[in-house]
């Protein structure tokens, strides 16, 4: 897979599709493109493979409208993500208003023991309303008090901390948490006089 999938939540996920989210010049957006979206999409199980193929066609056709479409899923997922970390009243309604439209394209349908958005068109803002739908549904959830952002100073990945003591600190143990351990272990040997 080509995106990190760690957060618990395919939601917070697609939040973390940008590196160094803190980082400043540093930030590194992952979603350049409408093909990354429609790939971030399959990956995440939020289309299928059928409809990718449809979409990526569409593209092809109209990259103007697809570009768009690309700028206002970046747009709800920031959003998102100021609503859900600063609290910020403003992208909430923004995230709302967004949510107003991408339920107006579906109808609410029965599948199995459960009810669902069904999209009934598949067109290039299918991803956008798709998206919208879940990034609202996330910011419902019952568990965000389990909600945290990594303890690099500039990472910014987001997830659930689903560990029984809620005491995870890093996005991913094994990248932010192993240089994170080893920048506090060099800066220790210094505080003592030793050279690393």
Same mark, same amino acid.
């Given at each position: 897979?080509?995106? +990190? ?13 940008? %590196? ?5 010049? !540093? ?15 399959? !990956?995440? +199980? ?16 109209? +990259? ?5 479409? @690309? ?5 709800? @997922?920031?959003? %998102? ?7 910020? &009243?403003?992208?909430?309604? /923004?995230? %709302?208003?967004?949510?107003?439209? %991408? ?10 023991? @459960? ?11 299918? &991803? ?27 990472? +910014? ?6 560990? &029984?003591? @809620? ?9 932010? /948490? ?6 506090? $272990? $060099? ?8 050279? &690393?």
């Amino acid at each position: 897979m080509r995106f +990190g999938h760690i957060a618990g939540d395919r939601m917070l996920d697609l939040v973390n599709t940008v %590196a160094w989210r803190l980082g400043g010049p !540093e930030r590194v957006e992952a979603l350049k493109t409408f093909a990354d979206i429609v790939e971030w999409c399959t !990956e995440s +199980g939020l289309m299928s493979t059928g409809e990718a193929a449809t979409l990526r066609d569409l593209a092809s056709r109209d +990259g103007a409208r697809a570009e768009r479409e @690309r700028e206002q899923i970046i747009e709800a @997922r920031e959003r %998102a993500y100021r609503a859900l970390f600063d609290d910020d &009243p403003e992208a909430a309604a /923004g995230l %709302a208003s967004m949510y107003r439209a %991408a339920i107006a394209t579906a109808d609410l349908v029965r599948t199995g023991d @459960r009810w669902q958005w069904q999209d009934r068109d598949t067109d290039l803002r299918l &991803p956008r309303d798709r998206i919208v739908r879940g990034l609202v549904a996330l910011t419902q959830r019952d568990d965000l008090d389990r909600l945290h952002q990594c303890e690099d100073a500039k990472c +910014g990945w987001v997830y659930l901390d689903t560990s &029984p003591r @809620r005491n995870r600190r890093w996005c991913n143990t094994k990248d932010c /948490g192993d240089r994170n351990r080893a920048r506090a $272990y $060099y800066a220790r040997q210094k505080a003592k006089g030793h050279q &690393p």
